[in-house]
């Protein structure tokens, strides 16, 4: 009996030793865990606009969605083109390309990527409330071969088709989920529509979609089953806008923040001089510019009535020759600004030659004045000036500045500057006078702002961001040859001619390719892009 009950006791000890161990190390890989869990909380002044990747083509938005949903080409650390949701891809005739789809990638929820949910995504794309679809159409009919391969038919040829595949934001979405939540179509952004794929996301990407709390917060937990390869070590992120200059960087200097992507530039020499923090410097592909009203009869924000300024070159030229860059450069942009007459936002890489990126010439104040007063405006007049306030580095102080220098030849600018939430949707649908615009990204070839933003507007998604809206057949004409032209020294030789005609008609006012800096925790590295884009995979902490 004593020897029973001892075998007993001995046996109920040795479990509770064991659940004992058990337990300590359970306790010891969570502790592990989250030991070795790093948690990004980054921020700057603007929010995201829209979780649906196609609704809005802003670089900033792309960015953050781009952590979420994949394309089937993508850029590397060097910005090289390479494969992503397809792992290959070839031409096999002048307006056939062929992509290779990559086997066992997993939706957000499990279920598996085809060729189905990539037909479906380029045609979302060409859809009538898309923002990509003049990429989307530009890459033609899709078609499923089978599972794991599709092929694109082009009206025309594509010469830069892959380059469009992999930075024109073709975001690949599930078919499946876009039909269940009533989203087979993008959002209607411009007239503020509210669809199920505004506030949630169901993608491939290295990040899944957690919470949404706009002008907030946003947060991103890492994808477990991410078919890719993490080159950081970041398992959390938590996004939140701070809108005050001065407060994003206190965020950063009292470590509540890890990264901010875009300190203001008034800051930079004494970010620099704190140790426990990093400054990242680099030109961006981004060109900064005014664009004008040239459509309308009568402006809709301008005390000129009847008849529209903007539509005499005289009136362009006098406020071109009027617009102080280096001024620009050297009061509001500290330096950080490279100015350029060449509206294209990397010109050089674009095959620009240098000899071209000369600006017209500053003039007198006098000679502006004549200038204006050949065209009818003796007296000048008044205009309102549409600017962000929270998108490009100093927007609204450019647009500030721009009305001081401008008002000494008799044009009375008034700043209207608004969050870039409110800003978008109004330029979108064309309710401006006079504007400020930033244009940039991963791909440096003309097209990408030719087709977009220089050419004239029409179904097919041209001139999307041409809010100007001025037409010129000849203009459109050159681009259009240039697109499908695929002889590349003639398509070169069209290139340039349209630069030479974009400039000696003063379509728009360029101003400066834009300097990005990023700061973050002296502990925190990143990987600075030309395209100003962080990707947070790559985050080591």
Not at 216 to 243: A, C, H, R, S
Not at 450 to 461: I, T
Request: with cysteine; net charge positive.
């Amino acid at each position: 009996m004593f020897i029973s009950s001892f075998g007993n006791i001995f046996r109920r000890s040795r479990t509770l030793f064991v659940a004992g161990t058990i337990a300590l190390a359970l306790s010891s890989v969570a502790f592990s865990a989250a030991v070795n869990a790093k948690t990004l909380r980054w921020s700057s002044a603007g929010d995201i606009a829209t979780h649906d990747p196609h609704a809005q083509n802003e670089s900033f938005n792309n960015q953050f969605n781009g952590q979420i949903y994949e394309q089937l080409l993508a850029r590397d650390k060097t910005m090289k083109l390479i494969g992503n949701l397809a792992t290959d891809w070839k031409q096999t005739s002048p307006t056939t390309w062929v992509f290779n789809l990559r086997k066992g990638v997993k939706w957000h929820d499990g279920s598996n990527f085809t060729a189905d949910d990539v037909v479906f995504s380029i045609l979302r794309t060409q859809a009538d409330t898309s923002n990509m679809k003049v990429y989307g159409n530009a890459l033609g009919k899709p078609k499923k071969i089978d599972d794991f391969t599709v092929e694109l038919t082009t009206p025309i040829p594509n010469p830069v088709l892959p380059d469009m595949v992999g930075s024109g934001n073709i975001y690949i979405m599930s078919k499946a989920w876009c039909e269940k939540n009533k989203v087979e179509k993008p959002q209607d952004f411009k007239n503020k529509e509210e669809t199920f794929a505004v506030r949630n996301a169901m993608g491939t990407g290295p990040f899944i979609l957690v919470s949404r709390e706009p002008d907030v917060k946003t947060v991103l937990k890492k994808n477990p089953n991410w078919w890719g390869k993490f080159d950081g070590n970041v398992t959390d992120v938590i996004y939140q806008p701070i809108k005050s200059n001065s407060t994003r960087v206190a965020a950063l200097l009292s470590k509540e923040v890890d990264f901010i992507l875009d300190p203001p530039v008034q800051d930079m020499e004494k970010l620099k001089g704190d140790k426990s923090l990093k400054v990242y410097e680099g030109r961006e592909n981004r060109i900064i510019f005014i664009g004008m009203d040239q459509a309308r009869d009568e402006l809709l924000y301008s005390d000129v009535k009847g008849k529209n300024p903007f539509k005499d070159k005289r009136v362009r030229m006098a406020l071109y020759q009027s617009t102080d860059v280096e001024a620009i450069k050297r009061s509001v942009m500290r330096g950080l600004s490279v100015p350029t007459a060449i509206n294209l936002p990397a010109p050089k890489a674009a095959g620009i030659p240098d000899s071209m990126d000369k600006r017209h010439p500053m003039i007198s104040v006098d000679a502006a004045k004549k200038m204006l007063a050949d065209a009818g405006y003796p007296n000048g007049f008044t205009v309102t000036l549409d600017c962000p306030n929270d998108r490009y580095i100093n927007d609204e102080r450019i647009c500030v500045a721009l009305a001081g220098m401008w008002s000494k030849i008799g044009v009375n600018v008034k700043v209207a500057a608004i969050p870039k939430a409110n800003y978008f949707p109004k330029m979108q649908k064309l309710d401006t006078s006079m504007y400020l615009l930033g244009w940039g990204g991963a791909t440096t070839d003309a097209m990408f702002t030719f087709k977009p933003v220089l050419h004239s507007r029409n179904d097919n998604g041209a001139g999307e961001f041409n809010w100007g809206n001025y037409k010129i057949a000849a203009f459109d004409e050159l681009i259009e040859n240039a697109e499908g032209e695929t002889d590349m020294k003639k398509r070169q030789d069209m290139i340039i001619k349209t630069v030479q005609m974009h400039h000696d008609e003063v379509l728009h006012i360029p101003l400066h390719l834009q300097v990005t800096p990023w700061a973050s925790q002296a502990g925190v590295t990143v990987t600075h892009r030309p395209d100003n884009w962080l990707e947070v995979a790559w985050v080591k902490m």
